[in-house]
C-alpha cells in the first residue's frame, strides 16, 4: 500500500477546510447492573472528555486496544448513542441531542455512515444483495423507476470493485467471501452519498490477503468522494500507511494524537510506547534492513482497569512505568508538542499549571 502523504496543509490552519463532524468533550456513561434493590447504581466509563474533529477528503485512525472505547465514539458519531455529556456539531452547527425522531435520525444518518466489524452480522442473511442496496436508494435518492434503480444498483457493485456487478445483485451474503460482503457493506453506506465516513474495525474480521484491498478501496473513496474518514483499529503500524491523523486512546480517554508520522514515529505518551513496540516489525530483527528508530520498549505492567470503577486521574497510571503521584490525582492537559502533535501526559508539561 502506498503511504497517505503527509501533506503541509494538515498543518495550516488556514488552508485546512472546515471540519464536516466534530465532538467536543464527549462523555459516555452506561448503567451497570445493581447487586440488588438497595444497592447504589453503578456506571461503565465507557468515554470521558473525549474531542475530535473530521474534515474532507482526510482520514483520522483512532487506535487502542480491545474495549478502549473506539466503537463506543463510532455509535456516538453515528448517533446509535447519545452522549452522556458533551456537544457534537455537523458543519459548524451543534446537533440537538434531544432530537431523536424518526425523521430527524435519518436526515442525519443520510450524512453520517457506519460500517461495522462483521460484514456477515451487519447483513440480513435472508435478503438478497438487490434488497440491500436498493433499500437507502428508495428512502433517500427517490428512485423512479425500475431502470433507474437497476442502473444506480449497477453502479454501486462496481464502485466497490464487485464486477461483473450483475453476477452479484440476485445474490445472497452467504454465497460471497467475507471481503465481498464488505463490499456490499461499503455499497449499502455509499448509496446515500455520505459525507462522513465511519469505517470500524472494517478488515479486521477479514483474511489477511484481502485486507489490503479493502482498505485500497477506502482511500480511494476518500479522495475521489472527498469523504470524512474515521477509521478505527487495534492495528497502530497501519495508521501510518492509511491514516494522516492518528489519535490514540485508552479505557475511554485520548492520550495522544497529531500527524501520523509523528505520533508514530516520535511516541510521546507511554501507552503509545506500548502499543508500538508490541506491533510486529520484521525490520527489527534484520539489521541490514534501515527501519524507523524503535521505541523505548515498554513492559505491560497489570491488567487494563475496569471501567465500572475507573482509576481516578489517567486511567494508565496503573500500568505506566514512568507514572507519578500527581498522575493519580488529574488527568493531564494537552501539551502541544510542535507541528500538531500533542499529548496528554504530565512527563512533558508544566506541573505546576497543568489543570
Not at 160 to 175: R, S
Not at 224 to 253: C, K, N, W
Request: proline share 7%; hydrophobic share 40%.
Amino acid at each position: 500500500m502506498q503511504r497517505v502523504d503527509q501533506t503541509a496543509t494538515f498543518l495550516n490552519e488556514r488552508e485546512q477546510p472546515e471540519a464536516i463532524l466534530e465532538a467536543s468533550n464527549i462523555r459516555k456513561y452506561f448503567s451497570g447492573r445493581q447487586a440488588n434493590l438497595f444497592s447504589k447504581p453503578t456506571f461503565v466509563h465507557a468515554v470521558e472528555d473525549v474531542s475530535l474533529a473530521l474534515y474532507p477528503g482526510k482520514a483520522t485512525a483512532l487506535v487502542g486496544e480491545s474495549g478502549s472505547g473506539k466503537s463506543t465514539i463510532a455509535r456516538l458519531l453515528a448517533r446509535m448513542y447519545d452522549p452522556t455529556q458533551g456537544e457534537l456539531r455537523f458543519r459548524g452547527q451543534a446537533i440537538n441531542l434531544k432530537k431523536r425522531r424518526a425523521s430527524v435520525l435519518r436526515e442525519y444518518r443520510r450524512h453520517v455512515q457506519l460500517i461495522f466489524q462483521d460484514p456477515f452480522s451487519s447483513l440480513n442473511p435472508v435478503h438478497t444483495i438487490r434488497h440491500h442496496l436498493a433499500g437507502p436508494l428508495h428512502v433517500y435518492r427517490r428512485i423512479r423507476t425500475r431502470a433507474e434503480e437497476e442502473e444506480m444498483l449497477l453502479a454501486l457493485l462496481r464502485r466497490v470493485n464487485l464486477e461483473p456487478a450483475e453476477q452479484f445483485i440476485d445474490k445472497y451474503p452467504h454465497q460471497l467471501s467475507g471481503g465481498q460482503r464488505q463490499r456490499i457493506a461499503i455499497a449499502r453506506a455509499l448509496a446515500v452519498q455520505p459525507e462522513v465516513l465511519l469505517a470500524d474495525e472494517p478488515v479486521s474480521m477479514l483474511d489477511v490477503s484481502i485486507r489490503l484491498d479493502i482498505l485500497n478501496l477506502l482511500l480511494s473513496l476518500k479522495d475521489e468522494e472527498r469523504l470524512a474518514l474515521l477509521f478505527i483499529t487495534h492495528d497502530i503500524a497501519s495508521a501510518r500507511y492509511f491514516a494522516e491523523e492518528t489519535l490514540v486512546m485508552y479505557a475511554g480517554q485520548l492520550v495522544e494524537g497529531g500527524p501520523s508520522d509523528a505520533v508514530i514515529q516520535q511516541p510521546k505518551h507511554p501507552y503509545t510506547q506500548l502499543l508500538i513496540s508490541a506491533a510486529p516489525n520484521p525490520a527489527r530483527s534484520n539489521p541490514d534492513t534501515e527501519a524507523t528508530p524503535a521505541p523505548v520498549e515498554l513492559a505491560a505492567r497489570g491488567e487494563i482497569p475496569s471501567l465500572l470503577n475507573p482509576p481516578s486521574g489517567c486511567r494508565f497510571h496503573t500500568r505506566c512505568p514512568h507514572a507519578m503521584p500527581i498522575c493519580k490525582e488529574r488527568f493531564p492537559g494537552r501539551t502541544d508538542l510542535g507541528d500538531g502533535h500533542w499529548t496528554n501526559c504530565f512527563l512533558y508539561s508544566d506541573r505546576t499549571e497543568d489543570k
